[in-house]
């Protein structure tokens, strides 16, 4: 050791530490970015009479659909071992926000939080009715793990993010169980 005169070891040693220190807690700072979520809806056409170019145009147009609650998930896909990042509620414009850190995310409908929305298809559906088929439990597990939408977060201010859910029949409405009954008139 080259010893300087005037020179404190000491207090270079806890400068250079703390330095350290408050570079790993600034690195460990996750810079998270605002993301404006749109969600809209569609719906098919579910009455008797063929419907005029313009109802099925009307159904067709992306409405804003305010009280949609969401889950997001870190990941491409929505694993439910996986904890919840954010849990959010469209207000009456069919927006919500959150923040995130860099990363890849998904968003998904409330009912793909956990299991129980699919164990509870399949316990109703357990055989095969009048009118439906059997649940199938491997197209419930499919159904659950496939994201309403997949995106990434990267270094800006802010991030806007759309979701369209398309409202199906009534009769064609649960995953994974086909309809084989009567139609409406």
């Known amino acids: 050791m080259i010893n ?14 703390l330095t350290g220190a408050l570079f790993y807690i600034q690195a460990a700072k996750v810079k998270k970015q605002v993301i404006k979520l749109r969600v809209t809806q569609t719906h098919a ?25 969401l889950v997001v998930r870190k990941g491409e896909s929505n694993n439910t071992a996986l904890p919840v990042v ?4 469209c207000n009456g414009n069919g927006v919500a926000y959150c923040k995130l850190a ?18 509870k298809i399949y316990a ?3 055989k095969e009715s ?13 159904w659950l793990k496939t994201p309403d939408l997949v995106f990434e977060v990267l270094k800006k201010d ?14 064609y409405a649960t995953p994974c169980v086909r309809y084989h009954g009567p139609l409406p008139p």
């Open 45 to 69: 056409y579910c009455g008797g009479m063929e419907p005029d170019k313009e109802l099925l145009e009307e159904l067709n147009t992306p409405k804003a659909l305010p009280g949609k609650k």
């Open 86 to 89: 954010a849990e959010l509620t």
């Open 4 to 17: 300087i005169p005037g020179f404190n070891y000491p207090k270079l040693s806890l400068l250079i530490i």
């Open 158 to 171: 802010s991030i806007f993010v759309s979701v369209n859910y398309h409202f199906p029949c009534s009769w």
């Open 102 to 119: 860099i990363g890849k995310y998904c968003i998904v409908d409330e009912r793909k939080k956990d299991e129980s929305y699919i164990k």
């Open 124 to 126: 109703t559906y357990k």
């Open 130 to 142: 009048q009118y439906n088929s059997a649940a199938n439990w491997d197209c419930l597990v499919d």
